[in-house]
Every structure is written in C-alpha cells, then in structure tokens.
C-alpha cells in the first residue's frame, strides 16, 4: 500500500502492520482504510502546501525549518498563510479552529490586538539593548502578584529558565544530582532526557547526542510516587526537584490528593530546592497550579505564552534563594557563567510579556478559557461513554486531553503505555481534515480567550463522527 506520506518523504513512512500498546479494542484493519481515506483527502485538499514542502525539501532538512515538524499526521505540515485569534488560515485556503495553539505557545490567541500594538510601538523604539526597560520592572512585579515569588530573571525560552534554574540549584546546594518525574518534558534540557525502562533509570529512546548518560545527573521516579521520592531524596545529593504541578506532555497525569504537599515536605526535610514548571499548567489559571493549588516552589518557570508568542520566559525564586545567588556569583564574571543569551530579557520581549499579562492572559479571560476548558472535556466524555469506547478525558483548567485507556493514568509509565500511535495519528487527520488542529503527538486541545463555545462544539461533532466511523462495523 502506498501511502500519501511514503510518496511525499520516505521519513514519514509508517509501518502499516505494526502493533501497538494501545486500544486494543479498535478493528486495526479498519482503522488503516480509514487511515488511507483521510490521508488521500489530505493530500488531494493541499495541493499548495504540498508543493512548498517539495520546493522545501532542497533547502530544509527534510522539508521542514524544524524537524520534528516531520511528525504532523498527513505526510508533510500545512505551511500557514495567517493566523488570528483562535484560527488559522492555509495557503490553500482553508481556515482552522486552532486547538493546538503553538503547544502553549500562542495560548493568548494568536496576535491579540494589545500585544501586536505592544511590539510595533516597542520595535520602533528599540529592540534589544543589553540595558533594562521600565517593562522588565512591571512584568516582575506581575509575576509576584500572580505566583507569591518575590525575585525573576527573564530569557526566551522555558528551556533556558529551565536549565538556568538548575544550575543555580547546583551551585547554591552543592549537590550534584537533579531528580524529574517519569515522562516528564521541560524542554531541550539534557538532565531531563530520562526515563524508566521497566523500573531502571536509562537515557530515553531518541535522545540525540547527549553529552553525558543522563543516569550520571539525574534520578528519576513515577509521578505520585512518594516512596520512591523519599528514597532518592535521602542520601542528601539530590540538588533540586523539577516538576510540573501535573505532568502535560504524557496526556495529562493529575497528583494525587496530598501529592503535592508531600513533595513539599520532603524536599523540605532533605535541603533539595523545589522547582515548579508552570509552562503548560499556566492553563490552570492566571497563577497556574501554584496559585490555584497554594503549591509552594522555591523556583519557579514559566515560558512559551507570557509574552503572546513573542519569545520570552521567566524563573522566579525565593528571597533565601535570591540572597544565596548574590552572594555565589561574582559580578565580573556573572556574563559567562553558563546562565545568560545576548537576547535575554531584550525590549521587544519585555513589551510583549507586559502586554499580554496586562491586557490578554487577564483573570477575567482565564474564567471564558476554563469555561471552554470543561465544556470541551464534557462533551468528548460524553461522546466516549455514548460509543462505549474505554477512553476518558482528562482536563486540568482551560487545558484537556483524551486518552486511549478507561481511567486515568497514575503516573508517566501508565500514560506511556496508553499511547497508540496509529490512532492518534488518525484521530489528528480526521480532526485536520473536518479543519480543526489538536496539538501533536498527543490528543490535547487548548482554549484560548477568544475560542467560543460554539467552536468547542464543532470540534465534539467531529470527535463523535470519528468514534462513531472507527466502531461501525
Ligand atoms: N516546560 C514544559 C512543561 C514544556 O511543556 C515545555 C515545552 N513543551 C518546555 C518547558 C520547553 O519550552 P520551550 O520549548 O519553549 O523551551
């Protein structure tokens, strides 16, 4: 059989008679036609994205400006004409109810109207200057009333804040270990490329080039497992924790009651800094879990949206902390330590992280959001107990996720095993094709202030016309 993606590039090809781990319940046999239906739809209803990923492939490693870019369900990307609020527009001309909105990225909408003003009157007053504006100073104190931590640093992306929070945690406890939970992402951070392969730590499938085994920096346990914390915590070597109030890039995995405010305790107990990543679970609300949850960090990172788009994120610790870093970096060397950019903190990003905390991730839109957050997880649980299928949904604020197994997983390792690939990749082609975009690699969804409930529900009609052509017998 020759698939759309086989004859477009030979790196999408996919093993049609592979097994997977996940519903077993689905007709594998039917699901394939169904698979070859939408893919030829695809390629018939995109001519013009076709064409450019062709010319692109003679200037971009494999047809894409970024490679993972090669894993869209369809055999190559939609190339974007424009983007506005919660759509999108193709150059074939077709418009998109966004749900996958930049992976968090564009949760702000795309282009809100005060951010654009934001960067057009900052882009012709300066860019970047290596020199503080007034807009650093605001965005900080925003930060505080919104996360309770009373000092930040600023840079561009949450894997940079990510990284330079655990250097400084190094430094400052002299440990030499980081621990993260399994199936966790924070980004391109190398101490986080860990995993467990049936209970022992290894450097996860895929890791390209890392410069050391990851088991040499990092312990790694479940999420919700607070044994296996206490016990890699004890020896005392562990410099911090860096956790997401709730795991996001594996479906979505909830803490336990008291999870939380055992992780605090004993990071407590042991000396080892707790660092709190609210890059995705901003989605909780306007100060993330760690607001809505009372969770208490000794770092904090947030990263992707605060700035509309525009690259920016921030990290935000403690006085204790604050005073510990002053006191270990030396001024004249404090530009080539390892935490830094040229463009870090740059004027353009700093008037787009104003903007956007200011007049769009507002509380007010947080409530609409989280409004559309629940109806959408509503009607997909709906739709799933209809057809009868052993799937749930999952949704943590304006943030939802379905995943291919009845209940909802306890930790990574769970969610992991849940994973099918080939219908995830069907259920994104469906949902492309009826013009409706959930975010890759996983099946979530993301309301942005402008999403209306009337769009969440053309995106539950088309869930249920999918379910309902994999059961039909
Ligand atoms: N933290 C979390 C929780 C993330 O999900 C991600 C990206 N998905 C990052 C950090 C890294 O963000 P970026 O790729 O913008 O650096």
């Not at 695809?42 to 400006?65: C, I, N, Y």
């Not at 939609?78 to 506005?84: D, I, S």
Request: glycine residues 8%; hydrophobic residues 40%; aromatic residues 6%.
């Amino acid at each position: 059989r020759i698939l759309p993606s086989e004859k477009t590039g030979d790196h999408l090809a996919i093993d049609a008679t592979s097994t997977t781990k996940g519903d077993r319940s689905i007709d594998r046999s039917r699901l394939r036609a169904l698979m070859q239906r939408e893919e030829e739809r695809f390629v018939a209803d995109h001519p013009k994205s076709r064409a450019l990923f062709e010319r692109a492939k003679r200037s971009l490693l494999s047809g894409v400006p970024m490679h993972w870019m090669v894993r869209w369900a369809g055999g190559f990307p939609v190339f974007v004409a424009e983007a506005h609020g919660a759509r999108f527009r193709d150059v074939d001309g077709h418009e998109y109810l966004d749900l996958c909105l930049g992976d968090t990225g564009a949760m702000s909408g795309h282009s809100p109207k005060a951010v654009v003003d934001a960067v057009a009157r900052q882009a012709a007053r300066g860019i970047t200057l290596m020199l503080p504006t007034e807009d650093a100073l605001w965005s900080s104190e925003e930060l505080t009333r919104r996360f309770g931590l009373p000092f930040w640093q600023f840079c561009l992306t949450a894997t940079d804040a990510n990284r330079f929070s655990l250097r400084l945690a190094r430094a400052i406890t002299k440990r030499p270990y980081v621990l993260v939970f399994n199936g966790c992402y924070h980004g391109t951070v190398d101490e986080t490329f860990i995993g467990l392969e049936n209970g022992k730590a290894s450097s996860r499938a895929g890791n390209i080039g890392p410069p050391v085994d990851p088991t040499l920096t990092t312990k790694v346990v479940e999420f919700n497992d607070l044994d296996a914390l206490e016990r890699a915590l004890a020896p005392g070597d562990v410099a911090c924790v860096l956790a997401e109030p709730a795991l996001t890039n594996v479906g979505i995995v909830l803490p336990q009651p008291g999870f939380h405010k055992s992780l605090r305790e004993i990071t407590r107990r042991t000396g080892t800094f707790l660092i709190i990543d609210e890059t995705h679970t901003i989605c909780a609300g306007p100060g993330g879990s760690t607001r809505a949850d009372s969770l208490d960090p000794d770092f904090l990172v947030i990263g992707k949206t605060i700035a509309g788009g525009v690259p920016a994120a921030a990290y935000g610790f403690t006085a204790d902390a604050a005073a510990k870093i002053e006191a270990m970096i030396a001024s004249d060397s404090s530009d080539s330590g390892g935490i830094g950019g040229t463009l870090a903190a740059n004027a353009l990003s700093l008037a787009a992280v104003r903007a956007t905390l200011e007049h769009v991730l507002t509380d007010e839109a947080f409530d609409r959001m989280i409004a559309n957050g629940k109806r959408f997880a509503d009607g997909v649980a709906r739709a799933i107990d209809k057809a009868g299928l052993a799937w749930h949904v999952t949704r943590l604020g304006c943030r939802a996720e379905y995943l291919f197994r009845a209940t909802p997983p306890r930790n990574g390792g769970e969610a992991q095993a849940a994973g099918d690939p080939e219908l995830d990749r069907f259920m994104h082609l469906y949902a492309l094709n009826r013009r409706i975009v959930l975010t890759p690699f996983h099946m979530m969804a993301l309301m942005s202030p402008v999403t209306t409930a009337d769009e969440v529900d053309d995106h539950t009609r088309v869930f249920e016309s999918a379910i309902s052509e994999l059961a039909a017998s």
